[in-house]
C-alpha cells in the first residue's frame, strides 16, 4: 500500500488535554473531563469518558488537518469499548429489572461514530474497531486500506476507559485517548510526517516518563507514534505493544502539532 501522510494529531489523558501538553509535560489538574465541544448538551447527555475521549481527540485532530468533520471519514478503535455503560446496564437489570433506555444507546461499540455523525450530519464512511492489544495498529491498517481505495483523507480515533470492578482481574490502567487525521495527499498533510510500511516487527518501545497505569492502557499502542510524530524522529515505530507486534515507519516532516 501506498505510504499515508499524517496532517493532524489528537489526545486526551486527565491532565493533559492536547499533544503539545503531553509531549511537553504541562499538567493541567483542572482538565478533569473532555470539553468535547462538537457534542452539545442534548447529544452529550448521559455519554462515557469514552466517548468523550474519542471525540475530543477527533475534534483535535481535524481542526489540524483543517478537514470538515461533516465529510471526514472516520475509523473509531477502543479495545472494550462502552463497557462501563454496558455493565451500568446490566447491574439495572438485576435491581430493577429493565435497563435504561437513555444509556442503552450509548452501550454499544459504535456510540461514538453516532455522536459525531448526528452532531455533524455526516452520513458518510465510519466504523468502530475492537481488535485487544492490536486495536490501534488495525485502525491504522484500515486507515491504509481506506486512504488506498478512496484516496482524501481518514481519521483515526482510539479511546479506553477504566474497566469496571467487576473486570478489576483483567487489569486497572488510566483513561486515555488520541486521533490521527492522515491523508493520501502530502501537500494537504502540514508536513507532520509521512507513514509506511505497516507490519509485523516485534519492536521495544521504552515508555520513559510514561505513568505505569496509562502504559497498561491499550490505547497506550499509539503512544509511540504520539511521540515520534511530534518530536519529529524518523525511524520505525511500534503500533502494538503487546501480541504480535506491528510496527510502522514514520518520516517526519517539518510540523509540529499544537
Known amino acids: 500500500m501506498r505510504p499515508v501522510h499524517v496532517a493532524g494529531v489528537g489526545f486526551w489523558t486527565p491532565g493533559y488535554p492536547s499533544p503539545r501538553a503531553w509531549l511537553d509535560g504541562w499538567?493541567?489538574?483542572?482538565?478533569?473531563?473532555?470539553?468535547?465541544a462538537l457534542l452539545d448538551s442534548r447529544i452529550g447527555r448521559y455519554t462515557s469518558l469514552v466517548t468523550r475521549m474519542a471525540v475530543e481527540a477527533l475534534e483535535q485532530a481535524a481542526t489540524q488537518g483543517g478537514v470538515r468533520l461533516k465529510e471526514a471519514p472516520t475509523i473509531f478503535g477502543?479495545?472494550?469499548?462502552?463497557?462501563?455503560?454496558?455493565?451500568?446496564?446490566?447491574?439495572?437489570i438485576e435491581r430493577e429489572g429493565v435497563p435504561s433506555p437513555a444509556r442503552f444507546k450509548n452501550s454499544v461499540h459504535n456510540t461514538a461514530s453516532g455522536h459525531v455523525s448526528i452532531a455533524t450530519g455526516n452520513t458518510g464512511f465510519s466504523t468502530s474497531l475492537a481488535a485487544g492489544p492490536a486495536?490501534?495498529?488495525?485502525?491504522?491498517?484500515?486507515?491504509?486500506?481506506?486512504?488506498?481505495?478512496?484516496g482524501r483523507s481518514v481519521i483515526v480515533a482510539v479511546a479506553d476507559e477504566p474497566l469496571?470492578?467487576?473486570l478489576a482481574a483483567v487489569g486497572r490502567y488510566d483513561p486515555l485517548g488520541m486521533a490521527f487525521h492522515l491523508s493520501a495527499d502530502s501537500r494537504a498533510a502540514g508536513g507532520l510526517g509521512r507513514l509506511s510500511d505497516l507490519r509485523r516487527r516485534n519492536l521495544e518501545w521504552s515508555p520513559a516518563g510514561v505513568p505505569e497505569r496509562l502504559v497498561k492502557n491499550p490505547c497506550a499502542a499509539g503512544l509511540p507514534l504520539v511521540e515520534?510524530?511530534?518530536?519529529?524522529?524518523?525511524?520505525?515505530?511500534?503500533?502494538?505493544l503487546a501480541g504480535e507486534g506491528w510496527s510502522v515507519e514514520?518520516?517526519?516532516?517539518?510540523?509540529?502539532?499544537?
Not at 228 to 240: D, N, Q, T
Open 27 to 36: 499538567h493541567d489538574p483542572a482538565a478533569t473531563r473532555p470539553t468535547c
Open 135 to 150: 486495536t490501534f495498529a488495525m485502525c491504522l491498517l484500515e486507515a491504509f486500506a481506506w486512504l488506498e481505495a478512496h
Open 250 to 258: 514514520l518520516r517526519a516532516g517539518e510540523g509540529a502539532a499544537s
Open 228 to 240: 515520534a510524530v511530534l518530536g519529529r524522529r524518523s525511524g520505525m515505530v511500534p503500533v502494538e
Open 78 to 92: 477502543s479495545a472494550y469499548g462502552e463497557i462501563r455503560t454496558a455493565f451500568d446496564q446490566l447491574d439495572m
Open 164 to 166: 469496571p470492578d467487576h
